[in-house]
């Protein structure tokens, strides 16, 4: 794990498999018994994460990443019926269908509670759910196929982070995806992770 992974994983965020029920996705769906799975697990799919409580002077805790990780710009989400009214049944269903991107996707909590459920590898069968709320920072590699879901307060105000300029372009999977570079340097990044151990 290199140094910049080993200072983020200062971790207290749970991270378990998805129960795969088809029900309310805003539910816990953590399996029962549960299979909880270890920051090295997440450490090895490249998913890197850090607590930045929010009673504390967060603004400078996200400063302070930023530069050192060169994000140029940011922005705020209101994942919220509040806060995007007629949009927020449309955008969760965004959120919620299995995409990747071709950058890193940073997203800090700043308030209520969600899930970012993971793919490892290419897998179909199964996800890996990570709980978050207030306080959590989650970096999630280029190329990891994944999908988002509120809480069940049904509110997630996150603060989003860019490498340049704010944009999100979600890649929906499909077989081209599945064929893209950023899918396949993601692949192989985490299979020689898995070799090296
Ligand atoms: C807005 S929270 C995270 C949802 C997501 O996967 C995204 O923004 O691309
Ligand atoms: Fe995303």
Redesign the pocket.
């Known amino acids: 794990m290199n140094s910049q992974a080993a200072d983020l994983i200062i971790s207290n965020m749970r991270a378990y498999i998805y129960d795969n029920e088809p029900t309310d996705p805003r539910l816990p769906h953590e399996a029962i018994p549960s299979i909880p799975i270890s920051i090295d697990v997440l450490d090895k799919l490249g998913v890197q994460h850090v607590t930045i409580p929010t009673e504390e002077d967060w603004e400078a805790g996200i400063n302070k990443l930023a530069d050192e990780r060169d994000y140029k710009s940011r922005d705020a989400l209101d994942i919220s019926r509040a806060g995007l009214g007629d949009e927020f049944e449309d955008k969760l269903r965004g959120?919620w269908t299995e995409?990747l991107?071709e950058e890193e996707?940073i997203r800090y909590v700043l308030e209520g509670s969600g899930y970012f459920d993971v793919r490892e590898g290419n897998t179909t069968d199964k996800w890996i759910r990570i709980a978050v709320t207030a306080g959590d920072l989650l970096i999630?590699p280029p190329g990891i196929y994944?999908r988002?879901s509120v809480g069940q307060e049904g509110k997630a105000h996150l603060v989003r982070l860019f490498k340049d300029k704010p944009f999100w372009t979600?890649l929906y999977r499909n077989e081209e995806t599945d064929a893209s570079v950023f899918n396949k340097q993601y692949v192989e990044t985490y299979n020689a992770r898995l070799l090296s151990t």
């Open positions: 959120f995409h991107h996707e999630l994944h988002f979600a």
